[in-house]
Each structure stands twice: as structure tokens, then as C-alpha cells.
């Protein structure tokens, strides 16, 4: 708006010199007032995990089936901030959070994990390859000396 006032008010002040110089200035002071200050991403409102109940049953696997895991063992989830921009451009604030758990799949020894899905997203393929970045994956101690998760 500035930008637009100061080119016609240098213009016909200073002709067309005056319209560049006032278009320049006008330029500078919307800046100063229309630029956000810093703009934040998306934020969790609760940092709450997935938990169980105390004493549920764990369910003895036969065979090939797709289970849903009981998570035993979680940290509270670690929040992270990155910030970037600067030198002229808008600050931006984001936000990445991690946790480690454990999942407990089966109450007996599992020969095999095929597949590995999270909130609906393949993580691990059949193939035993990995679809995306998980960190670190171990098998548990009870499973390490018989068989581990390939």
C-alpha cells in the first residue's frame, strides 16, 4: 500500500526519478509492516503415546496373521525445534518429535515379521526392507537366542 502512495506522491513530485526513489521507500516501510515476524509449524496439542492396560492378555500367535501390537514399554515423546530463514526472508519454526517403545506382538516365540505398518503407512515391506527411517529395531533378549525378527 505504502508502495503504491509514495510511487504516485514521487512522481508527481520528481517525475519519474521521484516515482522510483518513493516506490523504493514505500517498498522498505511495507515490508516492515506486512512481514510476519516468524511463522510456526504444526504443533501436538498432547504428547501422550499409545499405552496398555496392566494385566491384559497377550494373544498366543499360530501361523500367519496381521496383529495390532500392545506397546509394554514407551519414553514420553521428545520434541525438537528447527528453525530456518533469516537474512531477509521470514523465520519459520518446525517442530519433529520422537519416542522409543517396545510392542509385544505375541506371547510365545514369532519365527518371522513380515510386514511392519504405522497409522497406515508401510514401514517395513516383505521383503524385509525398510520403506522409511525408524532409527534402530532389535529383536528382545528372549527372542535373540532362538530366533531373531529377520
Known amino acids: 500500500m505504502a508502495t503504491l502512495v509514495l510511487t504516485a506522491v514521487g512522481t508527481v513530485v520528481g517525475g519519474p526519478i521521484g516515482g522510483a526513489i ?18 510456526k509449524g504444526p504443533r501436538l ?9 496392566y494385566g491384559a492378555d497377550l494373544p498366543r500367535l499360530f501361523g ?9 514399554w514407551a519414553t514420553d515423546l521428545r520434541e525438537s525445534t528447527h ?3 533469516g537474512k531477509g526472508r521470514p523465520t ?9 517403545f517396545a510392542v509385544a506382538l505375541s506371547a510365545r516365540p514369532v519365527r518371522a515379521i513380515h510386514r511392519i505398518w504405522a497409522d497406515g503407512a508401510l514401514l517395513r515391506g516383505a521383503a524385509g526392507d525398510w520403506k522409511s527411517d525408524v532409527g534402530s529395531f532389535r529383536s528382545t533378549p528372549a527372542t535373540r537366542g532362538r530366533r531373531s525378527i529377520p
Open 22 to 39: 518513493g516506490a523504493v521507500i514505500g517498498n522498505q516501510i511495507d515490508r516492515a509492516i506486512f512481514t510476519p515476524k516468524g511463522a
Open 45 to 53: 496439542d498432547s504428547l501422550a503415546v499409545q499405552g496398555s492396560s
Open 64 to 72: 500367519t496373521m496381521r496383529v495390532s501390537g500392545s506397546v509394554i
Open 92 to 100: 519459520t519454526t518446525t517442530y519433529s518429535y520422537s519416542a522409543s
Open 83 to 85: 528453525k530456518s530463514g
